[in-house]
């Protein structure tokens, strides 16, 4: 029972990690950029070649470059490549693209990457994937239930350092400009903002987040292929963001924990679905479908919606107010505004 | 004439397809009046406007703000030189608070990448000091109540007054209004135009396009009318009553 909770955290900060990317986005910026499944296998692809070692000579795998790094190397060389592939992408799309049109193109490139290591196995192993990738930190500890806490305590920085830096980012002047930008992007541009560079930021800093959430997930099942690189992997990471809540980083925890652990990994418990696990995953895409409708339906700001900008009030403002405004020609209602605004001013 | 003009629109002409929205149109505004810019519907009116804010490329003709050509620049670096422009449908942030709405308009040290991540000890001072502004904004334009309320939720009057209030934050030079009376009635009318005079003596520069002439005649000395994309007169509002050229491109 402890292994299968520990595997769950595991799971848990890899998805968190791949959702505030998403978030950061279409939750933040409303891009319909739906390339973080994309970084995500470069990201994994990229721990993968960094840390395999060179190609055995007759061997069924087949890969190209592939060289062993000690561990902190490959997650960050797989980081700076999610990066890269982010500029790239934000440099081809983002320039004219939005909307729909920004997401079909962004599925277009990850079909096309796909596609490519598909039909040329020599490249990054086909089909057939990439196994036997190196575990870091592997040498520490020898026991599987020791090694399985390392891994838990390694995922839980990372994903903590992830989200104290999508808090970071979203509480700031520079998250306030890109939630002003997803809001009406030519308003923007009159008030000396330039929008593209605002989202080719989001873009390079999600595709960094999204590579890392690959690069963990490949090291921690050792394996890694197409099958798992899939575009129906957008599906549970939007739903998590939508139920969790569109832009608040604590709403797209709380939405990965209930779509990715609660239903992902709780079903399993039910009876009847144990011993088919192929009803628990259609059961799974049911339930992802009807609450995503839902939520859009009746509630699209999600559980824990965005929240608003707050600040703390300067003792000094009201006196200044009142002295500043009295000799304003016209701004009739002064002295309410200020006398509503003190009899509340404390519960802020 | 030429040495306190802020604003100079010379020759500039833009077509879309077979249409000549604006034809070999030229425009001098003096620092710190408020000029109109009158004129039929069709008649290039807002073509202008967003040359002169870099929303639409003319092609040909120059756009000199402040001494600097803007010929050709984005609407972002016409902005950063002072010329902020609103526009004909009002231009909220509707999912933000109204301070929220305000903060986004000056440039801060916070919305750098490095900045807004590692040095919030940087830019939370600069923050606090914008916020002041802002409010003393707001309680002028009498939105103080309404700051913590989604701009979404405001009516159509108070969204213009919000948008005016936005570009003050940005320390414009100069103000372009596009129509800034659509869809607002009454007293809100009696204010915006109050306010309007109010920063103009204070400095500020205001191109303002308008449909309703009685506006119009209570803002502007002088006045610009176009037609079908030319500038067919310059002049005081009551000249132009009498101008028959003028009259006649209003009956057409």
Redesign the interface.
């Known amino acids: 029972m402890t292994s299968f909770l520990i595997t769950m955290g595991i799971y848990f900060f890899i998805d968190l990690i791949l959702v505030l990317s998403a978030n950061l986005q279409l939750g933040l910026m409303g891009m319909a950029n739906l390339g973080f499944v994309l970084f995500l296998g470069i990201g994994a692809y990229a721990a993968t070649i960094f840390s395999i070692g060179p190609e055995p000579a007759n061997s069924l795998q087949q890969y190209f470059f592939g060289v062993a790094l000690p561990f902190p190397l490959p997650i960050i060389l797989a980081i700076i490549c999610g990066m890269i592939g982010g500029l790239l992408v934000g440099l081809v799309s983002l320039y004219r693209m939005r909307g729909h049109y920004l997401a079909i193109i962004t599925l277009a490139i990850l079909t096309i990457c796909s596609t490519l290591v598909e039909g040329y196995p020599r490249f990054l192993g086909g089909s057939n994937g990439l196994t036997g990738i190196v575990q870091p930190l592997s040498s520490l500890t020898s026991s599987y239930n020791g090694y399985q806490l390392i891994f838990l305590g390694l995922s839980g920085v990372l994903c903590l350092a992830v989200f104290i ?1 999508c808090q ?2 979203i509480h ?6 890109a ?2 930008v997803r ?2 992007e ?10 593209f560079r605002v989202r080719l ?1 989001a873009t390079v800093c999600g595709g960094g987040m999204a590579a890392l959430s690959g690069a963990l997930l490949a090291e921690y099942v050792t394996a890694w292929g197409i099958a798992p690189w899939s575009f129906t992997e957008i599906f549970p990471a939007t739903a998590a963001m939508i139920i969790g809540g569109r832009g608040n980083n604590w709403g797209v925890a709380l939405g990965t924990f209930m779509t990715y652990v609660v239903v992902g990994q709780g079903l399993p418990f039910l009876p009847g679905v144990s011993s088919n696990p192929e009803l628990g995953y259609a059961i799974q895409w049911i339930i992802y479908g009807v609450a995503l409708v839902a939520f859009l339906w009746f509630r699209p700001s999600g559980l824990l919606p ?1 929240q ?4 703390k009030h ?1 003792p000094e ?1 009201v006196p ?2 009142m002295s ?2 009295s000799d ?7 002295a ?3 006398a ?2 003190g009899a509340h001013s404390h519960d802020q | 004439m030429t040495s306190d003009a802020i604003l100079e629109v010379e020759d500039v002409s833009c077509a879309f397809g077979g249409v000549q929205a604006v034809d070999h149109a030229s425009l001098t505004i003096d620092r710190g009046s408020i000029t109109g810019l009158i004129g039929p519907n069709g008649a290039g009116k807002s073509t202008m406007v967003n040359i002169i804010s870099g929303h639409t490329k003319g092609q040909e003709g120059r756009v000199v703000f402040a001494g600097q050509e803007t010929t050709g620049l984005a609407p972002y670096q016409v902005a950063r030189r002072g010329l902020i422009r609103t526009f004909q449908l009002s231009s909220e942030f509707p999912n933000m608070t109204l301070l929220e709405n305000m903060l986004v308009a000056p440039r801060q040290v916070g919305t750098k990448f490095w900045n807004a991540m590692f040095r919030k000890s940087v830019w939370n001072r600069e923050e606090y000091a914008l916020l002041e502004k802002a409010r003393h904004l707001l309680v002028e334009f009498g939105l103080y109540k309404l700051a913590d309320e989604y701009a979404g939720n405001l009516s159509g009057g108070q969204k213009r007054l919000l948008e005016i209030a936005r570009a003050l934050m940005a320390d414009p030079t100069m103000l372009v209004l596009d129509e800034p009376m659509a869809g607002v009635s009454g007293v809100l009318i009696d204010r915006l135009v109050d306010h309007i005079l109010e920063l103009n003596r204070s400095g500020l520069t205001f191109l303002v396009i308008e449909h309703d002439l009685e506006v119009i005649d209570r803002l502007c000395e002088n006045v610009y009318v176009m037609a079908q994309g030319s500038v067919l007169a310059y002049g005081p509002m009551y000249e132009l009553r009498q101008n028959e050229s003028v009259l006649e491109a209003y009956l057409d």
């Not at chain 1, 304003?328 to 002064?334: E, G, H, N, Y």
């Open positions: 830096f970071r980012f700031s002047p520079l998250g306030r400009m939630k002003a809001e009406n030519t308003a923007v541009t009159t008030l000396g903002i330039n929008p930021l965005e608003k900008g707050r600040w300067a403002f200044a107010t500043s405004a304003l020609p016209a701004a009739p209602s002064v309410e505004q200020v509503e605004e």
